[in-house]
């Protein structure tokens, strides 16, 4: 794989962004009256906003989230949904949803809406959970000695990561007699697992990507050549509620999958072009079905486009989100980042899907079956279609 111009490494889709290889931009503002100055705001009116807050507010303030607020503002005014200002903490996050690696013990976690509870979905194998003794089904009660219980999911998971190489104390409640265990679970790097695969009938194989992250190739690179030794005859890709990703990862995928010629090509805002394209190393020859609904966006429709495009496979499901837009992150020097849109992206043939999105080429809604929650009508549909083919 392959692409023209460089300047444009950074573009990323989705919701996740790379900080790395970018540029930086020097932004160093200080007290929120400079950052309002730099923004062009009215110095003045700032003052009497201070001066009226000073005076008659009377809450507590958090001078830093004051000024946090108005960078957070300025970007806001844009009024473009993919634009945004990210403080420490978020741009951290966005850090590790892109790369797909981070400082944990390997479980997924899930909360019940009712009882609040937090219980473990998925132990990673091999992960300080794994090795440790915890095992899904268990629900944390306690970390570090503190009461977790009703607490926010995302609290939850805070906590459970931290830097690696350092010691987290979990309490947890496991079976029915809810009985505590007690485990010293040291931290280590997590690699998020963004693909699964398997054998379904018949020699047709499935996997399901839930996002584009850095680690997500090698991933899908194992799991079709698992797939192509269990003797897989046909293949379906489940982008279904897929949110988008790398730029670079969705391109090294298509890489496997297209025959040589153009993947994907952005244009920014003065006409500059960049080209991904696809070289004649690996084709993926054999019938192909690709899974895709309202939540599947981004850089799973630029594979679902593509793949569209060249005619190599058939879309099932329903209408794509439709985001046709590249964002850009920028650092800004002082562990903050904002992210821009710098681009939009076009399909092979020149589509421009944003605001539209991918047409399936067979379309079927999800329909939950009460009788038989484990049931996937659109599934049933992609293995008839692959079938066909």
Same mark, same amino acid.
Request: aromatic share 10%.
């Given at each position: 794989m392959k692409h023209k111009k460089s300047f444009f490494k950074g573009a990323l889709f989705g919701a996740l962004v790379v900080l790395s290889g970018i540029s930086a931009v020097s932004c160093s503002l200080g007290k929120a009256g400079n950052a309002a100055e730099a923004g062009g705001a009215d110095s003045d009116k700032m003052e009497l906003l201070n001066a009226l807050i000073d005076e008659y507010y009377t809450g507590e303030v958090d001078e830093e989230k004051l000024e946090e607020g108005i960078y957070k503002g300025y970007i806001e005014g844009l009024e473009d949904p993919y634009s945004a200002y990210y403080d420490e903490d978020e741009t951290a996050k966005m850090t590790e949803m892109t790369t797909g690696e981070f400082g944990g013990i390997g479980v997924v !976690? &899930?909360?019940?809406? @009712? &009882?609040?509870?937090?219980? !473990?979905?998925? !132990? /990673? @194998?091999?992960?300080p959970a794994d090795n440790a003794g915890i095992k899904e089904g268990d629900i944390f009660y306690k970390i570090e000695g503190e009461d977790i219980t009703g607490q926010d999911i995302n609290a939850v998971v805070k906590k459970i990561k931290g830097e690696i190489g350092t010691t987290v104390q979990l309490t947890m409640l496991r079976g029915d007699s809810r009985e505590e265990k007690e485990f010293a679970v040291k931290r280590d790097t997590i690699v998020e697992q963004t693909v699964e695969s398997k054998m379904t009938e018949e020699g047709i194989g499935y996997i399901r990507i839930t996002e584009f992250a850095s680690v997500t190739y090698d991933q899908y690179k194992e799991a079709i050549d698992s797939l192509e030794e269990q003797g897989m005859e046909r293949l379906i890709v489940d982008l279904r509620n897929n949110p988008g990703g790398?730029?670079?990862?969705v391109c090294q995928i298509l890489d496997l999958m297209l025959p040589e010629g153009l993947i994907v090509y952005t244009e920014d805002k003065n006409g500059e072009k960049e080209e991904y394209t696809s070289d004649a190393e690996h084709v993926f020859e054999k019938p192909l079905v690709v899974l895709m609904? *309202?939540?599947?966006?981004s850089a799973s429709e630029i594979f679902g486009g593509a793949i569209q495009d /060249?005619?190599?496979?058939? +879309? !099932? *499901?329903?209408q794509s989100y439709g985001k046709g837009l590249v964002q850009q992150i920028f650092d800004l020097q002082d562990g903050t980042s904002v992210k821009l849109t710098i681009a939009e992206y076009f399909t092979p043939k020149g589509r421009n899907i944003n605001g539209t999105g991918i047409a399936p080429d067979v379309e +079927? @809604? /999800?329909? /939950?079956?009460e009788n038989n929650p484990d049931r996937d009508n659109q599934l049933e549909k992609a293995i008839e279609t692959v079938k066909n083919i």
């Open positions: !976690v &899930t909360q019940d809406k @009712e &009882t609040q509870t937090t219980r !473990v979905l998925q !132990v /990673y @194998e091999d992960s790398n730029l670079k990862t609904n *309202g939540n599947s966006a /060249y005619g190599t496979g058939q +879309i !099932v *499901g329903t +079927i @809604e /999800y329909v /939950y079956d």
